[in-house]
């Protein structure tokens, strides 16, 4: 068989990933798990910063907006967010935080903040410009879609997804 040899930089840079997506899975595990909540709630709870309708966060989230009804209740049943009628359209309903909700990211944002090798490991220019390149990654045509990647919600031992899109980890 001829032809070129691979590039083994490739396969470096898909390692690093991946060991760095898991290290930062198990403390976002930990993060979640101190407040009592799955990965997938800790997360779901991150993506509503603004009151949005339920699509939204399935997008930012990468899963199917399908699965976004079932954290939404079990957060709503621990008075972590709520629903309410969109004030643009009545008709419309949009999830928020509750102020308790607010602090439980306030609070998991903190745990990883403190706890992320990204802040220690990178300055702020590094970590921007890493986020820049993931972020071209993910969005290549090439990708696969972010559901065909999507983590069950399983228990925190099983571990989870990452967090975050920002490069930064300041909040669940």
């Known amino acids: 068989m001829t032809g070129s040899v691979p590039d083994p930089s490739g396969r470096r840079a898909g390692e690093a990933v991946l060991l760095a997506a898991a290290r930062l899975t198990a403390l976002l595990d930990e993060?979640?798990?101190?407040?009592?909540?799955?990965p997938l709630q800790a997360r779901f709870l991150r993506t509503l910063r603004d009151p949005v309708p339920q699509g939204r966060p399935a997008a930012a989230l990468g899963i199917d907006p399908a699965r976004v009804s079932a954290p939404t209740r079990e957060l709503a049943e621990r008075g972590l967010v709520e629903r309410v009628r969109a004030d643009g359209d009545r008709r419309q309903?949009?999830?928020?935080p509750t102020p308790e909700g607010e602090a439980v990211v306030a609070r998991g944002g903190a745990r990883l903040a403190a706890a992320t090798p990204l802040t220690r490991a990178l300055d702020r220019v590094e970590r921007e410009r890493l986020a820049e390149l993931l972020e071209r990654v993910v969005s290549h045509p090439g990708a696969p879609a972010a559901g065909h990647a999507e983590q069950p919600d399983r228990p925190l031992a099983d571990g989870g997804s990452p967090g975050g899109h920002d490069g930064s980890v300041k909040s669940m």
């Not at 993060?31 to 799955?38: D, P, V």
């Not at 309903?93 to 928020?96: A, H």
Request: charged share 25%.
């Open 93 to 96: 309903r949009v999830t928020r």
């Open 31 to 38: 993060a979640a798990s101190a407040e009592g909540l799955t």
